[in-house]
Structures are given as C-alpha cells and as structure tokens.
C-alpha cells in the first residue's frame, strides 16, 4: 500500500475510479429520506451502497435520485440473500437498473448473526468474477478467507469489525492487520463501527476506507455523527501515514532535561 | 338398462365429481358406459387444494406400508391415464421431474436415512445426494441442510387442470356417443336408492337428487368424499368412518428473474415439520401443507406462518415470491390412512350388495390414487375385482353382523 504525504492527492483508486473521501455510506436504517440526504452531504462521502432487494431503481423520487441529486456513485448490494444464485441474480438486477458492473457483495448465513457465509462467498464471488463484476465482497475477518476472495477476483474485500448494527467497533485487530498486510486490493473495514474512534482505527490498522450505516443513521443526529466520521477517517488516515510513535511500557518524557535551560 | 324413473338412466352414476369420482367416471365412460357425474360443485373439495405430488415412494411411512401397492401401481398407470385424455400431458401439469428429499438439522437427517431404509427394503430407489449435489441440481436451496435425496420417479400433476381436462373430456365424449344426458349434473346426491326401497341391503338402482328428480343407474358410486357418510340409503351397519383432517396451502407466483425457481419439487423435513414446495411449469409455486384437525376451514395465522418459515428454511429466496392464494379444505381421513374402496357386503345375503360400489376417503392421496381407484371400480362392473384390493373394502370398520358372511 501506497503511503503518500500529500493528504490532497491521497485519493483511493479502485477499478480505475477515484474517490477523494474514504468513507463508504450505506443507507440503511435512516427515517427519512431527507434526513439522509444531509447525513449523506455532511459525511462528504463519494460512494454509498443500497440494498437492491429493499429499493426500487426505477421509482421516481427514490433513494437513488437522491444520490444521483448529490453526485454520489451508487454502490447496489446483495443485502439479504442468502445462496449464491440469490446474490447472482440480485446482481444482475441491480446492473440492469443501474448500469453498473460494481457490486457490494453480501451472502448472510442467517438472520440471527447475519455474519456472511463463507462457502456461498466464495461460489457467488468466482460466479460474478467471470460475470463481469466489480465485486467489493464483505465478509468476516478472516485472513484466509479474505486472501481467498482477493485471488478469485474481488476488486476490493471488506472484512467486518464486528457483526452488522453491533456497534461493537473492531473486535480482532489483529486480523484487520493481517488482512490490510496480505492484501493487493483495497481493504474497506464494513459493519460494526459504532462511533468515530472505531473508524479512525480502522483507518489507523491501514484498511484503505471504512463503510458504515446505521451508526449515522440511527444516531440520535446523523448529520452531526456523519460530520464526525468524515473527520474521523481523514484523522486515522493521516495518523498512519504520519507514523505513530512506538508503544513502551515506561513513561518518557517529552521535554528532555539534557539541555534544558538551567534558571 | 336399470328400473324405471322419471329421471335419466344411465349406466354408472358417480356421486362426487372431485378427482377421484370424475376419474372412475372417465374410465368408466371409456369402458363404453354411458355416465352421470352428480356434483352441484365439480372439483371444488379438496381437489381444489391438492398439490398434486405423485409421490408414491416419498409419502411412504413406516405405519403405512400397506398403502405401498396401492400407490405405486397408481402411479404406474398414470403416464397411461392422462394419455387416455387424448392431450398433451403439459396441458394437465403432468410432470415427469423428480423430487429432493431434504433434510434440516441433525434429527431430520436421521429421520430421512429411517426413512431411506425402509424405501429400499421394499425395493425402491432414494439416491442419497451430498448436499453440495442438491444444490447443482438447485441452486436456491438453503446452503444449511443437512441430508438430500433424490427420488426420480416421484413426479406430479396439476389436480385443478386435470379435473377440468377430465370434465371437458367427458362431455366431448358424451358428444360424441351421442348420450341423452349431459354427464355432469349439478346438483348434490340425497339419497341412494334400492330396488326394494324398505331393504337398504338390496340391490341400489339409482341416486335421488336435491331437487327431488333421481337419477337410475345399473352402477352407483359414492366418491363424494367426506360428504359421503351423510348420503342417506346407504347399506344399514355400514359405518364409512370418515373425519375431516383440514389442510392449508399457499399457491405462489415466482417473479420472472427468479425462474426458474425451483425444477424438482422440494419435500423437506424441517426440525421435524413436513413442508413441500412444488414447482409448477406456469411459473407458480404450491407450497403445502398442514395437516390439522381442529380449527375451521379458515387457514390459522399459525398454520400459514409455519409453512412460510419452514419454507424459507429450505429456500430463502422463497421470500421474493408473491402471495397468490391461501386455500384450505378438509381431506377425507380414515383411520388406516387407506381408502375405502370396494363393494359393500350385504350381511344378510352373504353376497357384495349390488349396484354399488363406494370409492372415498383417500386422505392425502386422492390425486396419486385416481388412475387405479378407476380401474379398480371398472373392474369390478363386470367381475369381483383383484383380490389384492380387497383390503381396503370400505365395509372392514363396519360391525361384525355385516361383515361376517364377507369373503376374505
């Protein structure tokens, strides 16, 4: 991974398509379609993902003339499926209505953990891979299993920091490390991040984006949290490429006393 | 041919134009009989409900070997049958695709190699599939099974299209032939009656209508299903012990990007539940069936949601399809899950009654079972009829003194 010390030209390049703002949004969980919007405009996000299977691309007034009004790419996703040929055919949908190849790809196991289920996974991800696909395939923080994907295509993997609409942050960061470190696609951290501290951390593990929801959307003001991520993840991103200084177990002062003025 | 009325004579009257009665009546009607069909509302019992599975090999249950016969030598005869019909089987829904037998938890897969071993032991073919396998042959089948088989001789029909193929094709027939009276009559069957009106052991000479017109015939059958205990003039200490076991099925319509959705019909054992998913070549789905014997012919809450939920667990996607229909209706159920079907015997005179044959309660299997409940009843027009049969003569629950003169 490139580390460049110019934040003004520190964009992220995926499938040729640059996006100055690493935060991803998703949309699910907001109450109102305006309210969105804001939250939306306020995170400075680029790219925001909709679930195919709970919008209509061909509605008038809907969520998607809502991101084309504001210029943001439209990311669909396979939310809800739960075999790989659901995923597939939801994908093929989604580039019908919207003229993209790009797909958020998410095959759940169940609707209890709603974690992602390996093997559905990898079939759906080699299956739209030789479809044609752009996949960004979410999936669980497994170092393995993220490697897997990358090799059979995907534009780009995103291991969860916890499971979706948890909150809980990042629970293994180890693994997040693992996975940025082996990684030759862009890593996104998706699901989990409750508050700002847990994106600039994904930021500061070397994930190259953080996608999150319903941490702006069910957020008592989502305007206001969405500002917060947005200043969140330039934070982490420019924490890491300034080179943190390393952990000790003993206090060191800052001032040195050699050299300090004797009064 | 029969006594004299001021009605129509025919020579087989069939009282109860479900699947079962328009069936015999076909069959009879190709016999060369002229026929009447008394039904005031064809093919709206639980014809109407029927999912139509030909499931002779899936359906078996260790309590009901005895039924095997029965069912696999109808299913046999079906291919047989719907070509009598003169048209293409597409247009009844006969189909020849297998059935997956699929499984959920670690119970399930247990009950479905039980099952497996009593199917083999009587010789038929359940082909254990890895689960990965089942899901090549279906894609949308829950990646958290946890057995599958495959039975390819277990197929289906369309009750609903074939009821009214076999009605069109009657009155072509009838047409045809030439025949005085329309076949069908609508109108329910009061009362049998006999040729010595005070002996109801006495030869049955024909059928009186609601409307008080009776119709004479050489032949009488009763296949009006659970409505048949309440006929009147039917043989005295003859008891149809018949009782209604409610079901109710959910008629789904797959949008076009899901088809095709399914290509096998789904029987799955679900945490212990019994749910089917059988896919129909019209783009629609039935998805059946509970099996209850108490509440009323209103489809509960709890019945629809536990069919929807053990669904989903077998395919998830099943929750993109759009509710068409829920239905229900009562089957006729006896106490051997058998049908009665046969002569009655006329305990005085040691001799089967004549004129009347009674073909009910064929419970969950009135659909599979009408080819041979057909051929059984032409058969026995002319002759006693194959003795394997006899065991489901619908005088076995009745008391000893109509029975005790009864041939074995």
Redesign the interface.
């Known amino acids: 991974m490139s580390v460049t010390t110019s934040t003004h030209r520190d964009s992220l390049i995926i499938d040729g398509v640059t996006l100055n703002s690493r935060l991803i949004m998703g949309t699910g969980g907001a109450s109102n379609l305006a309210g969105l919007g804001e939250a939306l405009l306020a995170s400075g996000t680029e790219l925001t993902t909709v679930a195919m299977r709970r919008h209509s691309a061909s509605t008038a007034g809907s969520l998607f003339q809502l991101l084309v009004d504001h210029d943001i790419r439209v990311l669909p996703n396979t939310a809800g499926c739960f075999t790989a040929r659901e995923a597939v055919i939801t994908a093929e949908l989604a580039r019908e209505a919207l003229e993209t190849n790009w797909i958020k790809l998410e095959v759940i196991a169940d609707e209890h953990t709603l974690l992602p289920d390996a093997v559905e996974l990898v079939d759906a991800t080699e299956q739209l891979v030789a479809r044609g696909f752009t996949v960004f395939a979410y999936t669980n923080d497994d170092p393995v299993l993220a490697l897997r994907l990358e090799q059979l295509g995907a534009a780009a993997v995103m291991p969860l920091g916890s499971p979706i609409g948890t909150g809980l942050g990042i629970l293994n960061r180890h693994n997040i490390e693992l996975i940025v470190s082996r990684a030759q696609v862009p890593v996104v951290l998706d699901a989990g991040i409750g508050t700002a501290s847990d994106a600039a951390l994904a930021m500061e593990l070397g994930c190259d984006a953080v996608l999150l929801a319903t941490a702006v959307t069910r957020a008592q003001d989502p305007v206001k949290m969405a500002e917060s991520f947005r200043h969140a993840v330039i934070a982490g991103r420019l924490a890491l490429q300034a080179g943190r200084i390393p952990k000790r177990q003993h206090a060191q002062a800052s001032s040195a006393i050699d050299g300090r003025p004797d009064l | 041919m029969s006594g004299t009325t001021d009605g129509r004579t025919v020579d087989v009257a069939v009282i109860g134009a479900g699947i079962v009665g328009l069936g015999i009546a076909w069959a009879a009607a190709l016999s060369g009989r002229t026929v009447a069909v008394i039904d005031a509302a064809p093919a709206r019992g639980a014809t109407f409900a029927a999912a139509g599975m030909l499931a002779a090999v899936s359906e078996l249950l260790f309590p009901e070997e005895d039924l095997l016969e029965l069912t696999l030598t109808s299913a046999a005869l079906y291919p047989s049958f719907v070509e009598s019909l003169g048209v293409d089987a597409a247009t009844v829904g006969y189909r020849e695709t297998g059935t997956l037998v699929v499984g959920v938890d670690a119970a399930d897969r247990h009950t479905l190699a039980d099952l497996r071993g009593l199917q083999v032991a009587h010789g038929l073919n359940a082909s254990p599939l890895l689960v990965r396998e089942a899901?090549e042959i279906e894609?949308?089948?829950?990646?958290?099974i946890s057995a599958a088989y495959r039975v390819a001789q277990d197929h289906q029909v369309d009750p609903r299209l074939l009821a009214a193929r076999l009605q069109s094709a009657l009155a072509k027939l009838a047409r045809r032939s030439g025949w005085v009276h329309q076949p069908a009559i609508r109108q329910n069957a009061v009362r049998l009656l006999h040729e010595k009106p005070s002996d109801s052991h006495s030869r049955v000479t024909g059928v009186a209508l609601h409307d008080g017109s009776t119709v004479a015939a050489n032949e009488v059958v009763v296949a009006n299903g659970l409505a048949a205990g309440a006929l009147g003039g039917l043989p005295g200490g003859l008891e149809l012990p018949l009782r209604p076991v409610l079901g109710d099925i959910l008629r789904l319509r797959i949008p076009s990007?899901?088809q095709p959705f399914l290509t096998e019909t789904i029987r799955g054992l679900v945490r212990g539940n019994s749910v089917y998913l059988v896919p129909r070549s019209d783009g629609t789905l039935v998805l059946g069936a509970t099996q209850r014997e108490h509440g009323t012919d209103v489809a509960p809450i709890g019945g629809v949601y536990q069919l929807l939920r053990d669904a989903q667990a077998l395919v998830?996607?099943i929750?993109?399809l759009e509710l068409l229909e829920v239905t229900t209706r009562a089957r006729p159920g006896t106490p051997d899950n058998a049908p009665l079907l046969g002569r009655v015997s006329s305990g005085a005179r040691g001799a089967d009654i004549p004129g009347l044959i009674i073909a009910t309660g064929f419970f969950r299997h009135g659909v599979l079972l009408t080819p041979i409940a057909a051929q059984i009843c032409v058969e026995m027009f002319d002759n006693p009829g194959d003795p394997r049969w006899h065991r489901f003569r619908p005088d076995r629950f009745s008391p000893h003194s109509l029975k005790e003169h009864t041939r074995a």
């Open positions: 899901r894609p949308l089948l829950s990646a958290h990007p899901l998830p996607a929750a993109e």
